[in-house]
């Protein structure tokens, strides 16, 4: 059967899905990529609106901005008292050309998913919480970068205003923010349908099967379609809704009953 067949039969004939056993370890993995594109839609729905929330706020800040530049590894303007915080449900900027602020003091002020940016005296600033969705795609909640690694060309009002209004730049961005967003969706999908493979593989044993580890792992591949949906879709209208656990639990029941044709009687006397 086709890769297309055995999505159909998930829906209509899951004892079908038997026939998964067969498919190659190069087409298994390739159903996998796809289911995590599914499951990846919530999160890529919560970045597409973030960066676009994100360029409008840009857009706002570099109207506050005032001229200012890069010397000596400092943040340097000519106006007085030039210092503020924006903030918006998505975001918190501050510009500290005086040096008020730490960039500790950056990372205390947020709360649930809003990103704070800084450009402090001698340091950009990039911060978000423990409970952010952005939290797996950074190596760290807090990144200071030194102005001294930095162009000092590069980082000015100009370049900020430019590509607050470059359609190109944010849609680059949307991009780049998909793919490595997808990465560790896939992994941890992966491991999970790995793990239910462990526990469908002992409990064909405790049931007297004969199917191997690796046909164990291409049906339940093939059994977590209709769960994959599923949770995919309580994500999106509950976005706090944890889909490990239902993920899992579905397609082992799936899976039992895909393979329950295969298993001896047990009930029978010898």
């Known amino acids: 059967m086709s890769l297309f067949q055995l999505f159909k039969s998930a829906f209509r004939q899951p004892q079908n899905l038997l026939f998964a056993k067969d498919k190659s370890f190069p087409k298994t993995f390739l159903y996998l990529l796809l289911l ?3 499951m990846f839609i919530p999160i890529g729905i919560e970045i597409e609106n973030v ?22 590894d400092q943040l340097r303007t000519d106006q007085k008292d030039a210092g503020f915080i924006y903030q918006t449900d998505y975001l918190i900027f501050t ?52 102005y001294k690694n930095i162009d000092s ?28 967003a997808l990465l560790p969706i896939a992994f941890d999908f992966l491991l999970n349908i790995l793990m239910i493979s462990l526990l469908a593989n002992i409990f064909n044993r405790m049931r007297r099967g004969t199917m191997r580890f ?18 995919t879709l309580a994500m999106v209208l509950i976005p706090a809704f944890n889909a490990n656990y239902i993920l899992m639990v579905l397609t082992f029941f799936i899976y039992m009953r895909v393979i329950k044709p295969t298993l001896p009687d047990m009930t029978r006397k010898e």
């Open 95 to 146: 510009f500290d050309p005086e040096g008020k602020r730490e960039a500790s003091d950056l990372q205390n002020d947020l709360i649930g998913n809003i990103i704070g940016v800084g450009l402090l005296k001698d340091q950009f600033v990039f911060a978000v919480t423990d409970e952010n969705l952005l939290t797996s795609l950074v190596p760290s909640t807090l990144m200071k970068i030194p």
């Open 51 to 72: 960066v676009g929330t994100v360029q409008d706020d840009l857009k706002a800040i570099t109207d506050q901005l005032p001229d200012f530049e890069i010397s000596d």
């Open 214 to 231: 690796s046909e164990t792992f291409k049906i339940v591949s093939f059994s977590a379609t209709i769960p994959t949906i599923l949770t």
């Open 153 to 180: 060309q590069i980082l000015t009002k100009e370049w900020l205003t430019s590509t607050a209004q470059s359609s190109t730049s944010v849609s680059r961005l949307v991009v780049i923010s998909f793919l490595i």
């Open 36 to 38: 995590s594109v599914v």
